[in-house]
């Protein structure tokens, strides 16, 4: 059982940047495969990245922008998000799974309620 508890969001303006922040509980937090994800309006769910032991991994939409980091101290992991375009423009997710490689969204098992993030032109 995991429960997240999610922070962050707001409005930017194009090339800006923005800190998202999702606390861990309930479970090992070290044990997590904790993942980012997004959803603008009328589209589905997107991968944004995620961080496990091995490393971090990213969409390519947002590699070199975005970077995940994690404190384990803190329970609680980061979506630093620099150069925001206004396609960036989505309500975030932060995801959680105990499963060693995670592919999909369906693969995560606990999330947190959602932060929207708009950035204007």
Avoid at 48 to 67: K, P
Avoid at 78 to 89: G, I
Wanted: proline share 2%; with cysteine; charged share 15%.
């Amino acid at each position: 059982q995991v429960q997240l508890v999610e922070s962050g969001g707001g409005l930017v303006q194009a090339g800006g940047s923005l800190r998202l922040s999702c606390a861990a509980s309930g479970r090992t937090f070290s044990s997590l495969v904790m993942g980012w994800f997004r959803q603008a309006p009328g589209k589905e769910r997107e991968f944004v990245g995620a961080i496990s032991w091995s490393g971090t991994r990213y969409a390519d939409s947002v590699t070199g922008r975005f970077t995940i980091s994690r404190d384990n101290a803190a329970n609680t992991v980061y979506l630093q998000m620099n150069s925001l375009k206004p396609e960036d423009t989505a309500v975030y997710y932060c995801a959680a799974t105990i499963q060693w490689a995670p592919s999909r969204s369906t693969d995560y098992d606990y999330w947190g309620q959602g932060t929207q993030v708009t950035v204007s032109s």
